[in-house]
């Protein structure tokens, strides 16, 4: 695969930022994520960071590998391959675009110094200050626009309506512990029904629908964090990139194109 001279540098590879890693790479833009040891992921099928524990993966014929290293990651990103590295800083790796798609709700450690155009997905972020351009993520007529200048809506804590659901999808932990599921992504659930235990406590299922996502088993994690994740339709793809995450990610590569352009 030929790829462009312009090297993506991603901080994050969940499910929102894997839709924009897989539209600058269908636009065959070389891309290196930047990952933790230990991802907090929820919808793994559909997300490169699961390449940090299982090596490699293939999100709709994109396929994405774990670096040993930032030169290695450099080899990959050069062959078409997504290269996944886990560093929790931004890496000694020259990059002409740097993507905050961490979605932590707020500015972690992001300048718009970072790279010569830095973009961030969400709230937290003000386009001009923070990065050169925000991309909204907020289900709604907004969701993927870029935006040059203001920052984001601000985060509601609400997930946007789902086949008539909204809040419920999420399955947040209900105690501090380790997790261990008794069901796997795309299996469907009843009401109520047991999908795992975290610290001695039952995880139930809030509807009947389709678990959607899972957080790696044997993850320790904090009493409300996010864990999994259950969709009410009927034949839901969970190997499918969400409508949100392509918008989003169609929103990334319009900034990106619109810069390049401008800098030919």
Known sequence: MTVRPELMLFRGGGDLATGAVWRLWRARFPIVVCELAQPLTVRRTVSVSSAVTQGSVAVEGMPAQLAQSATHALELAGRGIVAVLVSPHIPAIPHDVLVD?????????????????????????????????????????????????GTAEPNTGVPGEVGGKGAERVVRAPATGVVSWLVDIGDRVAVAQEMGRIGG??????????????????????????????????????????DKALAVGGGVLEAVLTWTSAAS
Do not use: Q, Y
Request: glycine fraction near 12%.
């Open 101 to 149: 798609a961490r979605l932590a709700k707020r500015n972690i450690d992001t300048t718009i110094g970072d790279a010569p155009l830095v973009l961030a997905l969400g709230p937290g972020f003000e386009a001009g200050v923070d990065a050169h351009a925000v991309i909204e993520t907020m289900r709604g007529p907004r969701l993927g626009r870029v935006l040059w200048s």
């Open 201 to 242: 406590c039952t995880v139930a299922a809030p509807f009947e629908g389709v678990v959607r996502g899972l957080i790696a088993e044997g993850t320790e994690v904090p009493v409300g964090l996010k864990i999994a994740d259950v969709d009410p339709r009927v034949g839901v793809d969970c190997h499918e990139i969400s």
